[in-house]
């Protein structure tokens, strides 16, 4: 499965000077006191195409502070342009309750 075209604007690496991982970057969705998380989201980020910068690789973008709140967001919107296109027959109401 490829994942959404947002996703890669919600995932990236931070800056951190406190991980188990003793990284300079870390994945912005990992648990950085977790060992299997961070090696596993970063897993996940180099297989979207997202450069590492503790192997020289620069950032693209700076993730947002709040991934989980765009998450929501994104997902909203993804769900409301593919619905309808998936099954036309139904009247799709997408919404993120706040």
Avoid: C, Y
């Avoid at 961070?38 to 180099?46: F, I, K």
Wanted: no cysteine.
């Amino acid at each position: 499965m490829t994942a959404p075209k947002f996703a890669s604007s919600l995932l990236g690496w931070k800056a951190s000077t406190k991980n188990k991982a003793k990284l300079a970057w870390v994945p912005n969705v990992a648990d950085v006191d977790n060992l299997e998380s961070l090696t596993l989201a970063a897993a996940m980020l180099t297989s979207l195409g997202i450069p590492n910068p503790n192997l020289g690789g620069i950032p693209t973008a700076q993730p947002p502070a709040n991934p989980g709140a765009h998450l929501e967001d994104s997902v909203r919107s993804a769900l409301a342009q593919e619905l309808p296109v998936l099954d036309p027959s139904r009247l799709w109401e997408v919404r993120r309750e706040r």
